[in-house]
């Protein structure tokens, strides 16, 4: 449409016509939203631990921690992207079943989803997933355990440095915490569309 | 009519419901405040920037939507305008029929509610889906949201599943935590089966032609995860200047709304899905809408145009916990819906004059603005201009005879001889319809009038 093209921006331009000046752009130092105190003199691998576990995540150091925890909540079929696979499946047992392709016509079938993360913030307990990481949009997405594999050297100070940071990928998703909702009189309840269980895996 | 309609409709508002709303919204913004100054050191001039920033956008919204349009084109977006509501639908249906697509899931989408796309969709067999777990069920009960974030704060939870079980989704259980499951399983598989993903956005950013979506379930990534067309409908006051102003107005937006540090999901999209990724949309449609936003960039409240709809005013609003969200009559509620719906009447300002008019002018709503949207100044700006428009303003005494007595010492020494009648008088029974509006839940004190004038006197001897 368009004539609603020009007919909008003519509207746009009437309409800003009569102002005599218009207000700037402010100058301003990005620094203003960080929070500094908390950052500063922090090693940002546990800085960024300690803040996921504030939003309901939780962070493992070795993938033996991991298959431990699934192991406990009985989480035992699931995907894992087949790049990370050669380096995780030693430490899977028998008792686990593992895809390498995710079908989504089973989507119900998987209880956990690993996959690779971009990035991380520390400030805010952030996970970084884009498409150029994630194998498939999906399987980080409908099974009711993320794990995020995470380089270390890979984790932002603060919210600011990660949005600068953005670049030309199609699709960047920022997870803070598992998939929450207090629609129903106002109760915290995780995992309502996306993963109820988010997971950093910190190599 | 004895009251104005906002008063009628609260009301008649159940006493649960007004405690639940006052109670959760109570809540939500003290945790606000508490998150926003224990975190940072000046957190006022964080809203006052913000607000700088999205003032600057729409005072140059005549460069800055070309511009975006075309970095939404070299992101391998098609860019579409609607002038009005219908205009928007219909362009939403051509994009379906052009894939013979019939099912569409959406999210984040306030503006499709206020242009009713569902139920313009229906006659011709296209299913829109919401998928919010509070605007789904608000959907299969044909209700109204009641709040920007919250929609279905007005229900609880045996409601809820009252209508859980009339749909066929299970037998009747009221654990939040069923229902939420239940919502979880019907909806992936609705997702699956749907053809297009409709979004609104929270931002775009003018330098790149990225839009911002955030959500706390993590219904749009389903969305823009399971389908293979995205139509992003876009109100035209969404831009932002720069990639770097999302920064900040992304830490105030998860704060402000849920006292969350960051919204779950906050998603940035770039275009169509990349080449290599398997999953997500191959075609990518923006609708820019206009719908009497440019009425409102004209008029002398455009201020309001810079709301990221965060829903903070409403929670710490005394009249919005009172007369909850229906009250407003309109997709947007409390003070900002004071002030946006009745711009948005166009020709039928006069439908919802009254809005402005049911508030203290308290301020509140100004102090929570991540914004800092000057929400007083303009609900004044509106009854001005309901006054000179004539509007009719029922339950307003007439100030005619006070402006007299004010006015006139006689007159004014007379009324304070003749004031103590008053005692005597029963006021429920006087033919005023006003005053037996207020005398209804009120009393009158005792006279003293002419107290001041007596101590005066005696002072200057
Ligand atoms: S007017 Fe301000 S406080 Fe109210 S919803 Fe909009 S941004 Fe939030």
């Not at chain 2, 205009?87 to 306030?110: D, F, H, N, P, Y």
């Not at chain 2, 409908?233 to 992304?250: A, H, M, N, Q, Y």
């Amino acid at each position: 449409m368009s004539d609603d093209r020009e007919a909008i921006l003519s509207r746009v331009r009437g309409a800003l016509a009569p102002l005599h000046e218009r207000a700037p752009l402010p100058v301003y130092d990005s620094e203003i939203a960080v929070m500094r105190s908390l950052i500063a003199g922090r090693d940002l691998a546990e800085l960024f631990a300690e803040r996921l576990k504030r939003v309901g995540g939780l962070t493992f150091t070795s993938p033996a921690e991991l298959v431990a925890h699934l192991q406990a909540g009985q989480w035992r079929h699931g995907y894992c992207d087949p790049v990370l696979w050669p380096v995780l499946a030693p430490h899977f047992g028998p008792d686990f079943t593992v895809e390498l392709t995710f079908d989504e016509t089973r989507v119900d079938d998987y209880a956990f989803g690993i996959t690779r993360a971009a990035a991380a913030i520390a400030e805010s307990g952030t996970i970084i997933l884009d498409d150029a990481s994630t194998s498939r949009r999906l399987a980080a997405l409908a099974p009711w355990v993320h794990v995020a594999v995470l380089a270390r050297g890979t984790i932002f100070s603060d919210v600011t440095q990660a949005v600068a940071a953005l670049g030309a990928d199609r699709n960047v998703v920022w997870c803070t915490g598992p998939s929450k909702t207090a629609d129903v009189e106002g109760i915290l309840i995780e995992g309502v569309h996306g993963p109820g269980a988010q997971i950093a895996l910190l190599v | 009519m004895r009251f104005q309609p906002i008063d009628q409709f609260a009301a008649g508002l159940p006493a649960d419901k007004r405690a639940s709303v006052y109670q959760s919204t109570k809540t939500t913004h003290e945790k606000r405040t508490k998150l926003l100054f224990d975190q940072f050191t000046d957190p006022n001039r964080l809203r006052q920037l913000a607000g700088e920033i999205k003032q600057h956008a729409l005072e140059n919204l005549d460069t800055y939507l070309p511009k975006v349009e075309a970095k939404l084109k070299a992101n391998g977006a098609q860019v579409h305008w609607a002038s009005t509501g219908e205009a928007a639908c219909q362009k939403v249906l051509e994009i379906m029929q052009a894939r013979g697509a019939t099912k569409m899931v959406k999210s984040k989408t306030m503006v499709s509610e206020e242009i009713e796309l569902a139920k313009f969709l229906k006659p011709h067999g296209i299913e829109a889906l919401e998928t919010d777990l509070g605007e789904f069920i608000i959907q299969i009960d044909d209700d109204h949201p009641s709040h920007i974030v919250r929609p279905i704060i007005h229900k609880n939870r045996r409601e809820i599943a009252q209508s859980f079980e009339r749909e066929g989704l299970g037998a009747y259980n009221d654990d939040p935590e069923t229902i939420t499951r239940r919502a979880r399983h019907f909806l992936r598989h609705k997702y699956l089966a749907a053809d297009v993903g409709l979004t609104g956005a929270n931002f775009v950013s003018a330098e790149s032609g990225r839009i911002v979506l955030v959500t706390n379930e993590g219904n749009s990534r389903f969305c823009l995860a399971a389908t293979k067309v995205h139509i992003a409908l876009i109100g035209i006051e969404k831009i932002v200047p720069r990639d770097r102003d999302l920064g900040l107005l992304l830490n105030l937006l998860g704060r402000s709304g849920t006292a969350q540090d960051l919204t779950v999901y906050t998603e940035f999209i770039n275009g169509p899905k990349s080449t290599a990724q398997p999953d997500g949309p191959e075609e990518m449609h923006v609708i820019f809408l206009d719908n009497g936003r440019t009425d409102v960039l004209a008029s002398d409240c455009r201020e309001i145009l810079r709301c990221i709809r965060c829903g903070a005013c409403l929670n710490v609003c005394p009249v919005y916990r009172q007369a909850s969200g229906h009250a407003y009559r309109s997709v947007y509620p409390g003070p900002v819906g004071a002030v946006l719906s009745p711009l948005l009447m166009g020709g039928k300002f006069a439908q919802k004059a009254d809005l402005p008019k049911a508030s203290s002018l308290c301020g509140a709503c100004h102090e929570v603005c991540p914004v800092n949207i000057p929400i007083p100044d303009l609900l004044l700006r509106l009854r001005n201009r309901a006054k000179e428009e004539n509007v009719p303003s029922p339950g307003t005494p007439p100030m005619g005879a006070w402006a007299l007595m004010a006015s006139q010492p006689t007159a004014w020494k007379a009324a304070l001889l003749g004031g103590k009648l008053l005692d005597y008088v029963p006021t429920k029974l006087i033919p005023v319809p006003a005053l037996q509006a207020w005398s209804a839940q009120r009393a009158l004190p005792a006279w003293r009038g002419g107290e001041f004038r007596k101590w005066m006197k005696q002072r200057k001897r």
